[in-house]
């Protein structure tokens, strides 16, 4: 099955950028949506970007024109650009895909990788 390795993952200080990157074992043929989550400790995971197979990206509204989700079929990866961090913006991200193997929609989460934005 598949399996995600996410990194990119780091200690920035307020108004700098990180590109997270999520690789994916296998070749991914038929997808819904990949995307990413950021979840803090106490608190609910929450969807940060999603983009479809048809490129449709939607974002959460705190990342609107903050953040850019974008991926490379061609190498499995899916990206996140994330420009002007604030604190707030402190969690573990998750990188995932809804995909179709063998006739079975199926979910693949990464590991997480950290996201801390201080000074």
């Known amino acids: 099955h598949v399996q995600l390795a996410e990194s990119g993952g780091d200690l920035v200080q307020p108004g700098g950028s990180l590109r997270l990157s999520c690789v994916s074992s296998?070749?991914?043929?038929?997808?819904?949506?990949m995307g990413w989550y950021r979840q803090v400790p106490g608190k609910q995971r929450e969807s940060v970007a999603i983009i479809g197979s048809d490129d449709i990206t939607t974002y959460h509204t705190s990342v609107e024109g903050r953040f850019t989700i974008s991926k490379d079929i061609d190498k499995n990866t899916w990206y996140l650009q994330m420009n002007r961090l604030e604190p707030e913006d402190t969690a573990v991200y998750y990188c995932?895909?809804?995909?179709?193997?063998?006739?079975?929609?199926?979910?693949?989460w990464g590991q997480g990788t950290q996201v801390t934005v201080s000074s």
């Open positions: 995932y895909v809804d995909y179709l193997q063998y006739g079975v929609r199926k979910t693949a």
């Open positions: 296998l070749r991914i043929f038929r997808y819904d949506n």
